[in-house]
């Protein structure tokens, strides 16, 4: 039961552009998201986060969007760059009480390729 | 900047032998998780440590898998004896809470079993 969802094995943009990476998620008790970007052969680098209580949370050029009602939430990316290119995680985590209680549930991974 | 620290980076080894891992998390980081990756996925917690207690456990293989934390800050992950499937990316992630908070991840150790 794949309770965190990145439908989209691979992303691939120019220079410049917007880069959408999408995720949904299914558990109602998630209320805290997270974005990781990963390199390979290194752990998970921590971008960006928001709070269920939010829909929107900005970072220089990282926007993560929130939509509980349809349990999906996106990392846009603008302007896109070479640097960019890596493996995106999002993750979840669910509210207060029970032993699930600050566990992260990873998605499967979305490889952007940012070309020049 | 404050990193979490995780040695070896690379282990091989035999099946049925022992391994262990190392993580030091960052300083004043009281909560700390071992996660397991196998390449095309996300990583999947093994174990969460509150000082130096074990928060969640249900997800790590306890006839093969130990894990510690006895002073409340580093922390050893140790399997025995080791198998083909356990071949994966090892990582290591501490946070200032449990919850609300993000986790900040070691570089990983990458455990190859033969």
């Known amino acids: 039961d794949q309770q965190v969802k990145q439908n989209s094995p691979s992303l691939s943009v120019q220079e410049g552009r917007i880069s959408i990476l999408n995720c949904d998620y299914t558990n109602s008790m998630f209320d805290y998201f997270l974005w990781y970007k990963k390199y390979p052969a290194e752990g998970p680098t921590f971008l960006i986060s928001i709070s269920s209580i939010k829909d929107k949370n900005e970072d220089g050029r990282f926007t993560v969007f929130l939509n509980k009602s349809a349990k999906h939430l996106s990392l846009h990316i603008v302007p896109s760059q070479p640097g960019d290119s890596a493996v995106y995680f999002c993750?979840?985590?669910?509210?207060?009480?029970?032993?699930?209680?600050?566990?992260?549930?990873f998605g499967q991974g979305t490889i952007l390729t940012v070309h020049p | 900047e404050a990193e979490v620290a995780q040695s070896p980076r690379y282990k091989i080894t035999e099946k049925s032998q022992a391994v262990a891992f190392w993580c030091d998390p960052i300083s004043g980081h009281a909560t700390l998780y071992w996660y397991r990756q196998i390449l095309g996925q996300g990583p999947e917690l093994l174990v969460q440590?509150?000082?130096?207690?074990?928060?969640?456990d249900s997800q790590l293989p306890k006839d093969r898998f130990s894990a510690e934390r006895l002073k409340g800050v580093d922390s050893t992950l140790k399997i025995q004896p080791a198998e083909l499937g356990d071949s994966a990316m090892y990582l290591c992630a501490s946070s200032l809470g449990l919850a609300g908070k993000a986790q900040y991840f070691g570089p990983g150790t990458r455990l190859t079993v033969l």
């Open positions: 993750a979840a985590s669910p509210n207060a009480g029970g032993t699930s209680y600050g566990k992260l549930t």
């Open positions: 440590f509150q000082d130096e207690s074990v928060v969640d």
